[in-house]
């Protein structure tokens, strides 16, 4: 099956710092992809649509000069905490459509934990 | 708007037993429903789909839903839980097939010996 892959699993970094994580679709192209946020025993919320080649989509919110979002290639897609606090601590996790259509599959990659301290 | 409601935070079954896990959406279009469960740090994995055709549908590891129109439900079963069943299972409802998900909050199975 297709395989999204996120780097790095965990992070932990100081307040105040930047951190990157990766979404990369390993085996397909993937026009969209999705970034969830899920805090402890809680659902995933969506924070932001990501299409290639275009600017990311936020839900209401999000505030997307703190989550930086870059779709650059057919491949990849990133998400940048900007200036880090303790709240952002979360669990991310990324979606990836396979396909242009409304009807491509989504897979999912296998989360992100980040630990701000 | 889509949203999705699971009823039960958490569920706890004994080996053998018939799973049920209830969700209920909300959709001013013909939704697309999910089920997907998710392992302590791990991402998710889709068990099934249900996409406007069969109103029954069967996914991986034997579970299946069904799509109740008039009720408003996709509720998870399976016949037989393992001690493997144990995890978070997550409801989400799209308006396109590959569209962005709206989750339910989520529904803890635990499975007795």
């Known amino acids: 099956g297709a395989v999204v892959s996120q780097h790095p699993s965990r992070v932990i970094c100081k307040s105040g710092t930047s951190v990157k994580i990766e979404c990369r679709s390993l085996d397909f192209q993937a026009t969209t992809m999705f970034w969830y946020r899920q805090f402890p025993k809680q659902s995933l919320m969506l924070m932001a649509t990501s299409n290639e080649g275009s600017k990311a989509t936020y839900e209401q919110g999000v505030e997307k000069d703190k989550f930086l979002i870059n779709h650059a290639s057919l491949t990849l897609s990133t998400l940048t905490v900007t200036s880090a606090h303790p709240e952002d601590s979360s669990f991310y996790i990324c979606?990836?459509?396979?396909?242009?259509?409304?009807?491509?599959?989504?897979?999912f990659g296998e989360g992100s934990r980040l630990t701000v301290l | 708007a889509q949203s999705v409601t699971q009823l039960g935070s958490h569920v706890s079954v004994s080996e053998g037993a018939l799973v049920l896990l209830r969700c209920n959406y909300s959709?001013?279009?013909?939704?697309?429903l999910f089920w997907y469960v998710q392992y302590p740090n791990q991402g998710l994995q889709l068990l099934l789909k249900?996409?406007?055709?069969?109103?029954l549908v069967k996914g991986i590891n034997g579970f299946e839903a069904e799509f109740k129109k008039s009720e408003t439900s996709f509720h998870l079963t399976k016949p037989s839980a393992h001690m493997s069943d144990a995890a978070e299972y997550f409801c989400a409802v799209s308006d396109t097939a590959g569209g962005k998900l709206i989750f339910g909050q989520g529904t803890e199975l635990s499975v007795k010996p």
């Open positions: 979606s990836a459509k396979m396909g242009r259509s409304n009807t491509g599959e989504l897979f």
């Open positions: 959709s001013s279009v013909p939704p697309y």
């Open positions: 249900y996409t406007s055709a069969a109103t």
